[in-house]
T-cell receptor
Framework: DGGITQSPKYLFRKEGQNVTLSCEQN?????MYWYRQDPGQGLRLIYY???????QKGDIAEGYSVSREKKESFPLTVTSAQKNPTAFYLC????????????FGEGSRLTVL | KNEVEQSPQNLTAQEGEFITINCSYS?????LHWLQQHPGGGIVSLFM???GKKKHGRLIATINIQEKHSSLHITASHPRDSAVYIC????????????????FGKGTKLSVKP
């Protein structure tokens, strides 16, 4: 079935370590997004990509990095520069950036020890 | 003030009740999304609206563009409807560095008791 797969579902990190969250989609969507969710807040956009080899910063890009080498894949790296990385991270995709229904992955919960 | 406001924040209902969740927004939009977040965290898209009304099973979504307001209704609610319901709007204006980015409400947590 078509959809978005995020991994890992749970991740623990020591302070000072970089971690990479995987996001893969087989929906043939051009646009992919990474969101962060914190308790009591709406989802906030970290990065988005409209096409392979191109990506743009969202509202809260500091301390994060992404790549889009393949249409299907949009991994997110949480770097040691991110001061408060403990959160729930959601990957999403849509046919194109400004249109279409959104499809979400199951999310990755990152905890910094 | 948040650009997207949802009410109520929390809602408890008895099985079978008719439920309404409201979403008000303050920006011009091209579309509004209603999303459902399961207890495990995954999110499912329920509706995407730009005008009028849509129905899918026991769920109905309406939007009034002039009043900048949308409602999500659940008829004959069931415990499996328990989830967080999120309203998100696709802004016409530059937001988050790019026109067309989504602005999310904080969600309404629904609990349906048997």
């Amino acid at each position: 079935d078509g959809g978005i797969t995020q991994s890992p579902k749970y991740l623990f990190r020591k302070e000072g370590q970089n971690v990479t969250l995987s996001c893969e989609q087989n929906l043939n969507h051009d646009a992919m997004y990474w969101y962060r969710q914190d308790p009591g807040q709406g989802l906030r956009l970290i990065y988005y990509s409209q096409i392979v080899n191109d990506f743009q910063k969202g509202d809260i890009a500091e301390g994060y990095s992404v790549s889009r080498e393949k249409k299907e894949s949009f991994p997110l790296t949480v770097t040691s520069a991110q001061k408060n990385p403990t959160a729930f991270y959601l990957c999403a995709s849509s046919m194109s950036k400004n249109t279409g229904e959104l499809f979400f992955g199951e999310g990755s919960r990152l905890t910094v020890l | 003030k948040n650009e997207v406001e949802q009410s109520p924040q929390n809602l408890t209902a008895q099985e079978g009740e008719f439920i309404t969740i409201n979403c008000s927004y303050s920006v011009g939009i091209s579309a509004l999304h209603w999303l459902q977040q399961h207890p495990g965290g995954g999110i499912v898209s329920l509706f995407m609206l730009s005008s009028g009304k849509k129905k899918h099973g026991r769920l109905i979504a309406t939007i009034n563009i002039q009043e900048k307001h949308s409602s999500l209704h659940i008829t004959a609610s069931h415990p499996r409807d328990s989830a967080v319901y999120i309203c998100a709007v696709r802004s016409l204006m530059n937001y988050g560095g790019s026109q067309g980015n989504l602005i999310f409400g904080k969600g309404t947590k629904l609990s349906v008791k048997p």
